[in-house]
């Protein structure tokens, strides 16, 4: 084990989103990377303590009236304050099971991350529309995308 965490916190209120969730991190699991411990953690249960210990983050979501969910918003109000100064610079991805364009919740995301000073490494994943069943391959890539990144000193 090198000591790398990915942190994935995902807001999953429907087996659709739990899915998508299971997917990511089937996908950070994959046996293709080594090294990298992946966590879990519903928005509600996570907190300061997980964020400093990763090195990464994996955010998800779903669109709830134009905006991210409320635990996930929720997780961020705890998080803000304790992690602002000891974050800079945190890697994240972000995934968006939108049923409208998914555009208000990523400009939320966004919002908060800048404030962090979090950078994105890769352009978020907007899942829009009645859920398709390869939604949940992409997130499988997005997860193997940052485990992999993590695992090779790119973040």
């Not at 087996?15 to 990377?33: C, F, H, I, K, M």
């Not at 803000?80 to 099971?97: I, K, N, W």
């Not at 490494?121 to 992409?138: N, Y």
Request: proline share 6%; with cysteine.
């Amino acid at each position: 084990m090198t000591g790398k965490r990915l942190l994935v916190v995902a807001h999953c209120p429907s087996p659709n989103t739990q899915a998508l969730r299971d997917a990511v991190v089937r996908g950070a699991r994959s046996d293709e990377v080594e090294g990298v411990e992946v966590v879990a953690v519903a928005p509600l249960d996570a907190g300061p303590d997980d964020v400093l210990a990763a090195q990464a983050v994996i955010l998800g979501t779903p669109e709830n009236l134009g905006y991210m969910s409320g635990a996930l918003k929720d997780f961020f109000d705890r998080v803000y304050y304790p992690c602002l100064e000891r974050t800079q610079g945190m890697p994240y991805a972000l995934y968006v099971r939108a049923g409208h364009d998914g555009t208000g919740t990523r400009r939320a995301v966004e919002t908060i991350t800048t404030g962090l000073r979090w950078r994105a490494v890769q352009e978020p994943l907007i899942l829009r529309g009645a859920f398709r069943d390869d939604f949940v391959p992409r997130c499988e890539e997005l997860g193997l995308a940052m485990a992999a990144g993590l695992e090779a000193g790119i973040f």
